[in-house]
């Protein structure tokens, strides 16, 4: 039903085409992009077996760090869509993998001795290397850009976020933005106006 409602809204702004399959799409797009994910009801983690080793452990960083998050801030109550609009989830969305992303990157940065994110003056290059990453996965091709751009939202502009807040404190800051989540995309995409 929340699809359907979804395709109507999304196909009314002309964001996807009249005759795209909005429900059999947003499913492709996800199974082409998953390695591995971290459940919240569930309390579970799944990996993709099919995935190269050293792949596996970046996305293990990654889906661990949302299992401490769920520990710590209750990601299911976190991320309710019931509770909250879209603009709010999408917002909540990006610090949850905007953190997981800065916290994979360091630890692939500390293994090959590189500084922390929070070193770099920005992260844009980064954020670069996932547009391109997620363009290049087979399958695609038949998904409107405008829903792999927004899949791919909360990871490359929540990292920047989450950078921004690195920037302004360390990742006790990044936790105390749980307990006062960003309230829109205008904060993630402006993060200056989440400190007022």
């Not at 993709?48 to 801030?73: I, K, N, R, S």
């Not at 922390?116 to 844009?124: F, H, L, T």
Request: negative net charge; aromatic residues 12%; proline residues 4%.
């Amino acid at each position: 039903r929340k699809l359907q409602n979804e395709a109507i809204i999304y196909k009314a702004l002309g964001f996807i085409p009249d005759d795209f399959d909005y429900q059999k799409g947003i499913v492709e797009l996800y199974l082409n992009q998953l390695g591995g994910y971290y459940d919240p009801e569930q309390k579970h983690y799944i990996m993709a077996g099919w995935l190269p080793g050293m792949l596996q452990t970046t996305v293990a960083v990654h889906e661990l760090t949302h299992a401490l998050q769920d520990q710590y801030f209750n990601l299911k109550n976190f991320i309710d869509e019931s509770r909250f609009n879209g603009d709010q989830l999408l917002s909540r969305s990006a610090l949850v993998e905007g953190d997981a992303t800065a916290v994979m990157l360091d630890f692939t940065r500390h293994a090959v001795g590189q500084s922390s994110i929070e070193k770099e003056k920005d992260v844009e290059s980064m954020m670069l290397q996932n547009v391109l990453g997620s363009s290049l996965v087979s399958g695609m091709s038949s998904i409107p850009q405008s829903l792999q751009l927004m899949l791919i939202f909360p990871y490359t502009s929540g990292l920047r976020f989450v950078h921004d807040l690195l920037l302004h404190g360390s990742y006790s800051t990044v936790d105390k933005a749980f307990t006062r989540p960003p309230r829109s995309t205008e904060e993630i995409l402006h993060p200056e106006k989440y400190y007022f």
